[in-house]
């Protein structure tokens, strides 16, 4: 290989070190990832929004990069309050003319792409930012029919069977799919072993990100070893 298939880019809160280390791990050869931090250190409601004011800036710095698609890379951030995805993948867009997604907007787009019509969702967070995440779906026409958040701060510490214990404690049998929500919390090594056990795709913030991510890229191969999403619907993608 004498160049990069595709580049692309993520916004990540500055206390997160798990998205970096998972999606690296996702990319396929020839897909090279770029990362800038955005100054963040806990879950209040308005530290979260004071990440989007950083937006631009950091826009501009990825940008430098020659990137072929850039996200904003906090789930919590992108779905704090209505609309709020779409405004800052549009920021991003309008300021660097680089096609852009969030990470809420991309779980929204996968769920779809995975026939995920009610969904099972486990996080790290605390009950506040759950209840926003149930109506940013609900919003949306995506039921949520169970739910349990572990009300921990930058739970990056937890090892991945921890949060493989919570998809096991949330999974009904109404549920189409889980979603283990947060960048920042460790789910990968996981993915492919409960959607064998579960019998359901089981999707997460960083695999969704990356999915999507790569959708705006262009980049449309089969990526294995991070669940059905991204081996599955990508092969199945439109040439760009």
Do not use: Q
Not at 33 to 46: Q, S
Not at 71 to 76: A, E, K, N, R, V
Not at 99 to 124: F, Y
């Amino acid at each position: 290989m004498t160049e990069w298939k595709k580049k692309i880019g993520f916004m990540v809160p500055s206390w997160n070190t798990v998205m970096e280390y998972e999606c690296w791990r996702i990319a396929p050869e020839g897909v090279s990832v770029h990362f800038t931090r955005i100054p963040h250190t806990d879950d209040e409601e308005e530290t979260i929004l004071h990440m989007i004011k950083e937006v631009p800036h950091m826009a501009d710095m990825l940008a430098d990069a020659g990137l072929d698609a850039i996200s904003f890379g906090c789930t919590g951030g992108s779905f704090v309050r209505p609309g709020v995805d779409k405004e800052i993948a549009d920021m991003i867009e309008e300021r660097t003319g680089i096609p852009s997604s969030t990470t809420s907007t991309a779980l929204v787009e996968a769920m779809r792409e995975m026939g995920i019509a009610r969904v099972a969702i486990a996080s790290p967070y605390p009950r506040w930012l759950n209840e926003r995440l149930v109506s940013f779906l609900d919003n949306l026409g995506i039921e949520t029919v169970a739910e349990k958040g572990l009300d921990i701060e930058c739970p990056a510490f937890l090892p991945p069977e921890r949060s493989m214990e919570l998809a096991r404690e949330v999974d009904t049998p109404d549920a189409d799919g889980i979603f283990i929500s947060c960048t920042n919390f460790r789910a990968l090594e996981g993915v492919e072993a409960l959607e064998a056990e579960l019998g359901k795709p089981v999707l997460t913030s960083n695999t969704t990100a990356m999915w999507h991510t790569l959708l705006k890229a262009g980049y449309d191969e089969p990526v294995p070893g991070a669940g059905r999403l991204l081996k599955e619907r990508l092969a199945l993608a439109p040439k760009t």
